[in-house]
């Protein structure tokens, strides 16, 4: 988005990063991790934070077709204390990586259960950021190649 090279980088784990933007050693930090996260979490409980817009950047910049697999995602008011508005920014999806010996019906059968009613209910009751699963987001952002099972199911859907 054009600021990689006006920054000075220092590459840490995301508490490490909240405890030093705490302690004042730092001016802001990234995290690319689903929300709440505990490091922001950490970081306004001593600090006032803000969020910034990344996705007015993000689409000015050309990034979303620079790099399809990243979507919009607002980070919603509330989230974080002090934070009472939603913050526009950016995700990319969580994969499954499965081997290509992994026979056809053993994926076919893995995406079946996790896509019933039973197992869409079970991942959104596992973490707020799940809560956009679903069958019609189900490839959204995916670029690499489908194994044949995961191609099975998604064409079953009508997504493919």
Do not use: C
């Not at 306004?44 to 689409?59: F, K, P, V």
């Amino acid at each position: 988005m054009g600021i990689w090279d006006k920054i000075e980088r220092n590459a840490m784990g995301y508490n490490d990063a909240a405890s030093a933007f705490g302690n004042r050693q730092l001016d802001a930090f990234w995290l690319f991790t689903a929300f709440p996260s505990g490091a922001i979490i950490m970081a306004a409980q001593t600090n006032n934070i803000a969020l910034l817009d990344l996705g007015a950047d993000a689409e000015k910049s050309g990034f979303y077709e620079a790099f399809p697999y990243f979507e919009k995602l607002n980070v919603p008011a509330g989230t974080y204390r002090g934070v009472d508005y939603d913050a526009p920014s950016f995700q990319d999806g969580a994969l499954w990586v499965a081997n290509s010996k992994l026979s056809e019906d053993v994926v076919y059968k893995l995406l079946s259960i996790i896509y019933t009613d039973q197992g869409i209910k079970y991942m959104h009751s596992q973490k707020k950021t799940f809560k956009s699963m679903s069958i019609k987001t189900g490839i959204n952002g995916i670029i690499t190649p489908f194994h044949p099972g995961a191609q099975k199911f998604w064409k079953e859907k009508g997504l493919l």
